[in-house]
T-cell receptor
Framework: QKEVEQNSGPLSVPEGAIASLNCTYS??????FFWYRQYSGKSPELIMS????GDKEDGRFTAQLNKASQYVSLLIRDSQPSDSATYLC???????????FGSGTQLTVLP | SQTIHQWPATLVQPVGSPLSLECTVE??????LYWYRQAAGRGLQLLFY??????ISSEVPQNLSASRPQDRQFILSSKKLLLSDSGFYLC???????????FGPGTRLTVL
C-alpha cells in the first residue's frame, strides 16, 4: 500500500463549480499536511498547509483534515480555467525532515 | 523574502558525461535543502536532503551525489550520466516548525 494515495484523474469540472481533490494516507503518525499545485512544465507551488483536524480556508481554497479517517482534501470553489494543473498532496510524519508526496491529481477546469 | 535559484534551466547531456546542478537560496539562514527528481508524468522522488553544511542524507542509492559547501548552496553531481537520469530536477528549501518546503524553478535534464 502506498503511503500517500491520490486519484490520478484526470478530474474535469466546469468553470464555476467546486473541485474536490482527495488524498488518503497510511501512517497514523503523520502530523503535517500540504497541498501543492504544479502547472505543466513548472515546479510545484505550495498553496495550503494544514496541521489540525477540521477545515482551513484561504480564499477560494479549503483544506479539510480528518486524522481519524486518515484523509485530507482540497476544495476549490468557483473553479477557474487557470486552476487547471496537477495537485500534489504531501505529508510530514512526526519530526521528520522529509515530506512524502502523492503522485498527484490532474485537474482540468472547462470554460 | 526568500528566493531560490537553480541553474541551468535546461540541459542536454550525452550518456557518460558529468553533471553539476546548482541551487542557491537567498533571504534565509541554515535552511533544510532538498533535491528531488520528477520523471516525465511521474511523482516526486526525493534524492538527497541536507540540514547543514557538509551534512547530506541520501534517500535513493544511485550514481548521483550531493554536496553543500555553503549554508545556502546545494549541488547535485554525477560522474557519468545514464539515460535513466533524464528528468526534471527540483531543489527545495524549508525551515521552521512545520518544515514547509518551497521549490525552485527546476532544471530539465535530457540525457541522450
Amino acid at each position: 500500500q502506498k503511503e500517500v494515495e491520490q486519484n490520478s484523474g484526470p478530474l474535469s469540472v466546469p468553470e464555476g463549480a467546486i473541485a474536490s481533490l482527495n488524498c488518503t494516507y497510511s501512517d497514523r503518525v503523520s502530523q503535517s499536511f500540504f497541498w501543492y499545485r504544479q502547472y505543466s512544465g513548472k515546479s510545484p507551488e505550495l498553496i495550503m498547509s494544514i496541521y489540525s483536524n477540521g477545515d482551513k480556508e484561504d480564499g477560494r481554497f479549503t483544506a479539510q483534515l480528518n486524522k481519524a479517517s486518515q484523509y485530507v482534501s482540497l476544495l476549490i470553489r468557483d473553479s477557474q480555467p487557470s486552476d487547471s494543473a496537477t495537485y500534489l498532496c504531501a505529508l510530514r510524519t512526526g519530526s521528520a525532515r522529509q515530506l512524502t508526496f502523492g503522485s498527484g491529481t490532474q485537474l482540468t477546469v472547462l470554460p | 523574502s526568500q528566493t531560490i535559484h537553480q541553474w541551468p534551466a535546461t540541459l542536454v547531456q550525452p550518456v557518460g558525461s558529468p553533471l553539476s546542478l546548482e541551487c542557491t537560496v537567498e533571504g534565509t539562514s541554515n535552511p533544510n535543502l532538498y533535491w528531488y527528481r520528477q520523471a516525465a508524468g511521474r511523482g516526486l522522488q526525493l534524492l538527497f536532503y541536507s540540514v547543514g553544511i557538509g551534512q547530506i542524507s541520501s534517500e535513493v542509492p544511485q550514481n548521483l551525489s550531493a554536496s553543500r559547501p555553503q549554508d545556502r548552496q546545494f549541488i547535485l553531481s554525477s560522474k557519468k550520466l545514464l539515460l535513466s537520469d533524464s528528468g526534471f530536477y527540483l531543489c527545495a528549501w524549508a525551515e521552521g516548525l512545520y518544515n514547509e518546503q518551497f521549490f525552485g524553478p527546476g532544471t530539465r535534464l535530457t540525457v541522450l
